[in-house]
């Protein structure tokens, strides 16, 4: 059975640097670059089919992201994933993401009330059909349909870097293929508090999702750390 490869970059009007960081960035969430390895960046380069420079570029930028972590005189590393660092990540996403709903609530209008309930639709159909790509992608705009109804662009780019960071987790444990109607729920509370414009019932059903998420996937890896041993 073939062993997945990083896809070289073609030609394309993204910068080279840009690309370079986002093969880079999916081959980690896809494991083909495991947590805590070494970041070969001469094989990389040539696995992508570009020069060392980009390569050093976006290791750079997916340093501050969280992705890696580089160390003078060793080089470039996969940052470790932990139930720990889990349990940090999510504790910040909790208070901004549940700030953004609060402030977000009198703001929704009918337009983008009637997107949250189309998508919502949609993510219990792609659950149902075990289309759990399509499902991360339909999930990832509901909630920034509601976040960036808040109105800062500052708070929009925050949460963005935090769920590309907690997607090292969600990607990796997809504990959520035997919980379609329990998500959905806690989905439809979101939107309800949506619909009634209700600040405080929207941060906390918002809060309460997020923990449900962080207790699902801890179980799902101490589960299968006991198997391991």
Same mark, same amino acid.
């Given at each position: 059975?073939?062993?997945?490869?990083? =896809?070289?970059?073609?030609?394309?009007?993204?910068?080279?640097?840009?690309?370079?960081?986002?093969?880079?960035?999916?081959? @980690?969430?896809?494991?083909?670059?495991?947590?805590?390895?070494?970041?070969?960046?001469?094989?990389?380069?040539?696995?992508?089919? !570009?020069?060392?420079?980009?390569?050093?570029? *976006?290791?750079?930028?997916?340093?501050?992201?969280?992705?890696?972590?580089?160390?003078?005189?060793?080089?470039?590393? !996969?940052?470790?994933?932990?139930?720990?660092?889990? $349990?940090?990540?999510?504790?910040?996403?909790?208070? @901004?993401?549940?700030?953004?709903?609060?402030? *977000?609530?009198?703001?929704?209008?009918?337009?983008?009330?009637?997107?949250?309930?189309?998508?919502?639709?949609?993510?219990?159909?792609?659950?149902?059909?075990?289309?759990?790509?399509?499902?991360?992608?339909?999930?990832?705009?509901?909630?920034?349909?509601?976040?960036?109804?808040?109105?800062? @662009?500052?708070?929009?780019?925050?949460?963005?870097?935090?769920?590309?960071?907690? $997607?090292?987790?969600?990607?990796?444990?997809?504990?959520?293929?035997?919980?379609?109607?329990?998500? +959905?729920? $806690?989905?439809?509370? @979101?939107?309800?508090?949506?619909? *009634?414009?209700?600040?405080?019932?929207?941060?906390?059903?918002?809060?309460?999702?997020?923990?449900?998420?962080?207790?699902?996937?801890?179980?799902?890896? $101490? +589960?299968? =750390?006991?198997?391991?041993?």
């Amino acid at each position: 059975m073939p062993t997945k490869q990083i =896809q070289p970059i073609e030609d394309n009007s993204k910068t080279i640097a840009h690309l370079t960081q986002e093969r880079i960035r999916t081959a @980690i969430l896809e494991g083909i670059l495991s947590p805590g390895t070494r970041i070969d960046q001469n094989q990389l380069a040539r696995d992508l089919n !570009v020069s060392l420079v980009p390569v050093r570029e *976006a290791l750079k930028k997916l340093e501050s992201e969280g992705f890696v972590q580089i160390i003078p005189r060793r080089g470039a590393f !996969v940052t470790n994933t932990s139930i720990k660092d889990m $349990e940090d990540l999510y504790f910040a996403r909790s208070i @901004i993401e549940g700030q953004a709903g609060y402030h *977000a609530a009198p703001k929704l209008t009918d337009s983008i009330l009637a997107q949250l309930d189309s998508l919502h639709l949609k993510m219990g159909e792609a659950l149902e059909q075990h289309e759990y790509t399509e499902f991360t992608h339909l999930n990832r705009q509901f909630h920034f349909l509601i976040y960036d109804a808040a109105g800062s @662009i500052y708070v929009s780019n925050m949460i963005a870097s935090l769920w590309d960071l907690a $997607e090292r987790y969600r990607y990796r444990y997809v504990f959520f293929r035997d919980q379609t109607a329990v998500i +959905q729920e $806690e989905h439809k509370a @979101i939107l309800e508090a949506c619909h *009634a414009h209700d600040s405080k019932t929207l941060r906390e059903t918002i809060v309460y999702h997020m923990n449900q998420t962080l207790h699902g996937i801890r179980s799902f890896v $101490e +589960q299968n =750390q006991f198997k391991k041993d």
